[in-house]
Each structure stands twice: as C-alpha cells, then as structure tokens.
C-alpha cells in the first residue's frame, strides 16, 4: 500500500504534478478547518493587520536560523541567516497578505524554512501597504530591494513569495526580464507559493473551490485587491503577471492547495509559462488549504513541499555557479 506523499504523487503532465492527500494529512486538515472555518471572510481592511499577523507567527520556528532587522535598498526588513548559510547567495523572500497586510517579521519563520532548506540567507523586504501606498508602491519597493541586494554584491539572488508576495515576486521576473538592461541577471529562479496572479479574479476555482476554502471569499478578495489597485487596470501586467509575455523569465516552480479559490491563477500563470518556453511547474497538493507549507510540524505535505522547493532553489544556486 503506498503510504507517503512521495509514492502517491502522480504526474499529470510535462508542467504539472498532482500530490495525493495521506490520512495523517486528511485527519489533520480536518481538525484546522473546524477552527479557521467559522471565520472565513471576516479579515477586513486594516483591522485585520495584528491578527493576520498573530496567525503567522504560529508557523514553527526553523532550528538554527538567526534574525535581525536591516535596510536593503532603502526598504526596512528583516534577515534570516541559517547556521552555514553559503556566502554570496541570497533568498529574497516577499510575504504574503493580500497587498493590505502581514510584516517582514511575521513572515521570519516561514522564509527561515525555505532559507535552511536552500542553505543561503533571506532578506524579507516590508514593501509598503494599501490602502496607505496603493499600486505600484510595493512592486518599487520589492525592485528597489532586489537592486540593493546587487549593490551589496550579491551575484545570484533566488526570488520567492507567498499570495500576494508571489504576486510581486512573479512581477519582479517580469520586471527584471524586460529591463535587462539596467536589472541584470542575478536571479537564479523563483518558487511562487499560491501566488495571486490574476487581480480581475478571473479564475473558475474562484467558483469551483469557493466552498472548499476555509479562508477566502471572492467579495472579500475583490475589497481588498480593489483598496491596493486604487483604480488601476487589474489586467496590467505589472500588477497581474498572468496577463505579462513571460517569454525569457527565470526558471520557476509553483506551489498550491487545490482546495484554494486561488489555484487557478497558480495552475494558469505556470500553463502561460510553459507555453512560453520557460522551464516552470506546478505542484498541486491534494485536501490543502491557502498557506499550507507554513503547517510544518503539522502536515506531511508542508514539509514535503519544504523539502522540494529546498532541492529546486540549491539547484538552481549550483546551476548559476556553473554557467558563470
């Protein structure tokens, strides 16, 4: 009988994996669910900052990470330094909260995971916030972040974000792949973690998962999205990187629940990719919910996609070493 995460994945195709649920995972997504479901759609506006906040600081710290606060390119942050970390290599980790919420030091636990797993430190910028600093405030600060990481002489620079955060990451690459000229070459790849890539919410899980997401409503989306637009066109590629040419961007992987109202715009946006001849794919994790590589300790699943987004990221460091 299989019994790991590993030996029930199924692959779907040449971009896209399919990762069955285990019991274990089964039975503990359901004990989540009875507690987060009585709340789902209830975050709202700025209130919600200091218990958005509170919910990811529930993420277990990673053993052996360090933190403390800087200023890179001019933007304030937090960096998580794992014991060993290789020199001259960077994560820039950019956190999630729909555009309107989370910190830097909130986020700390989760990009010290994916920092242990890569070997390299992380720096998670805190880009300004709406409704405050519409669109494109925290895009110009995420790229004032990445030029203040080749400043200090970092070479080879991975990208990675969650929700809103794989939003920016993904409009970094669109970014820095049509400004050649002046960003330069430093990113090594990019992982994208349920990322919102389509702020028109186009997408059919937004109608197929609706009942299935414990967290998200489409109404709440839209207010929220709408307060960081601020009247903007949600179908300009800089603020919806589905819409981009993603010709020429960074090799990339993409992590998402597939009980999520946004697992379209992950499953979409890598088809785009693909089509576009970058090297890009999708790993869609069976019974998971939004944010779930953050349940490390609690679910199989979380630490399975740890464990791939850490091979992908070394990967893809060793592979710059060698072309360079």
Known sequence: MKTTLEENRNT????????????????AMAAMRTIVEPNKGRLQG???????????EHVAAPEDVTYRTDHVGGVPGVWCRPKNARPGEVLLHIH???FNWGSAHAYRHLAGHIAAQAG?????????????????AAAEDVRATYF????????????????????????????????????GGAIVGSVALSPVTDLSLSGESWRTRAAADPYFTQPQA?????????????WDPFASPLHADLTGISPLRVHVGDDEVLR??????VERAVAARVDARVDVWEGMVHGFPGGVGQFAASTEALNLIGAFLTERFAASAVQR
Do not use: C
């Open 264 to 269: 379209d715009d992950s499953v979409r946006f």
């Open 12 to 27: 779907i195709g040449t971009w896209s994996v399919f990762h069955s649920i285990n019991a274990q995972d089964t039975a």
């Open 96 to 98: 999630g909260g729909w």
């Open 148 to 183: 203040g990481l080749m400043e200090r002489g970092f070479t080879k620079i991975a990208v990675t974000g969650d929700s809103a955060g794989g939003n920016l990451a993904l409009g970094l690459l669109v970014f820095v792949k049509t400004n050649s000229a002046s960003a």
């Open 120 to 136: 390299v430190q992380a720096f998670v910028p805190d880009y300004r916030l709406a409704p405050e600093h519409p669109f494109p």
């Open 222 to 234: 839209a207010e929220l999205v709408g307060s960081y637009l601020d009247g903007h066109d949600a």
């Open 46 to 56: 700025t209130a919600a900052r200091v218990p958005f906040d509170a919910i990811m």
